[in-house]
Nanobody, 123 residues
C-alpha cells in the first residue's frame, strides 16, 4: 500500500502562485509515475501533470508554461509549482501514484490517490 498526503492548497488571487506538495509513504518504491489531477464542481476529474521515476514529464495543455512538476525520489515527494493562476484553475487537486500501465494521462494508471487539497483562485 501507498499513502499519499497533499498540502499547499489555499486561496489566492488571479496571477498568484501556490506550491502543492505530495508526500508518499509505504511501498512508494513500487510505483513508477506520480501525477496531479483536479476536479471542479460539476466536472469530471481531469489530468493536470505527471512525472515518471526517470523524469519524463507531461502537462495538460492549459497549464503548460504556468505549472511545473518535480519530484524527489529520495524522499518520495512530488511537487506542483503553480504560477499565473487563473480562476479556471479553481478545483480540488489530487495527487496520485501508480505503475502507468494505461499511459500517464489515464487516471486508470494510478492505483493510489490522496485525499485532495482545495485550490481557489479569485478574480
Amino acid at each position: 500500500q501507498v499513502q499519499l498526503v497533499e498540502s499547499g492548497g489555499g486561496l489566492v488571487q488571479a496571477g498568484g502562485s501556490l506550491r502543492l506538495t505530495c508526500a508518499a509513504s509505504g511501498r512508494a518504491f513500487s510505483t513508477n509515475i506520480m501525477g496531479w489531477f483536479r476536479q471542479s464542481p460539476g466536472k469530471e476529474r481531469e489530468f493536470v501533470s505527471t512525472i515518471s521515476r526517470s523524469g519524463h514529464i507531461d502537462y495538460e495543455d492549459s497549464v503548460k508554461g504556468r505549472f511545473t512538476i518535480s519530484r524527489d525520489n529520495n524522499n518520495n515527494t512530488v511537487y506542483l509549482q503553480m504560477n499565473s493562476l487563473e480562476p479556471e484553475d479553481t478545483a480540488v487537486y489530487y495527487c496520485a501514484a501508480g505503475l502507468g500501465v494505461f499511459g500517464p494521462r489515464n487516471y486508470q494508471s494510478y492505483n493510489y490517490w490522496g485525499q485532495g487539497t482545495q485550490v481557489t483562485v479569485s478574480s
